[in-house]
């Protein structure tokens, strides 16, 4: 119930602003999963928690929904909040049991739901904080290959991810918030905090990297401002894919085997 990506203190926080200070940017990710369009009829959610920044057009688009979320409260409060059934896997398919990163859940993850598309629900951006990853730089790394290998061998998905945040606003607007490929850090920092504000008043001024920044090469992104709580600002990249054809034919292909031999079983 209580880790530093989710549990009761988020909870707290999306009861309190989820319709205040969170509204903008809860609309704008609705907006951008509008433009995403997985012909899958299935979703894994990965860091479901109570789906606060879901919308429920957009969840009754699936047939099923299954969600990953190690905090007990999510279930009871997704339940709730969208009046719909979920199912769970409670399987932790990214920490050892030791509580390291590793790369062996992510491709079990893959293998076990071929025919899902997957939603990493401002989720990725919260690895590096569940195991202090900046001490740690190869094992991320490590990661991050075996991950973009098993989205290659994925149908659809999608995620929505912090890359930076701390006290400056980032100054998104609709003439900077696309981009075709990756930003570096740099590059965020040139595009959406101006040298103005980072210079402004005696506030001193630091942004946490989330190590998300090469995530996703190759992929059009879309950059979002999501104020937390009050002052405290999270500039966040969201990604989409849709698949190959070919990924989805085999995926159809093999569902439709396994239903022949379990209706001749
Ligand atoms: C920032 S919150 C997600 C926000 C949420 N998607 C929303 O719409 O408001 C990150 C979530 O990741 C969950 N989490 C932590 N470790 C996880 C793991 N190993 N697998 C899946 N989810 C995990 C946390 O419990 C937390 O609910």
Known sequence: MINPAGGIVYHTRALRYRNTLWRAFREETHQWLSEWNPAEQDLLIVGSSGGYCLQPDFLSRFRSITALDPDPLTRFILRKRFARSFEWDREDYFFSKRGHLSPVGIEKMVRRYPSHAILFSNFLGQLRCLDNLLDKPERFADWKVTFRECLERAGSWASFHDRLSGNLEPLIS????????????????????????????????????????????????????????????????AVHSNGSAQQLGKKLSAESASREVSSLG
Do not use: C
Not at 194 to 214: K, W
Not at 219 to 225: E, G, I, M
């Open 174 to 237: 609709a003439s900077n918030s696309s981009s075709s490929d990756l930003v570096t850090d740099s590059g965020l920092v040139d595009r959406f905090y101006p040298s103005s504000t980072r210079a402004s008043g005696t506030q001193t001024h630091e942004l946490l990297d989330h190590l998300t920044g090469d995530l996703f090469p190759g992929f059009a992104r879309r950059f979002l401002k999501w104020e937390l709580t009050p002052g405290r600002f999270h500039l966040i990249e």
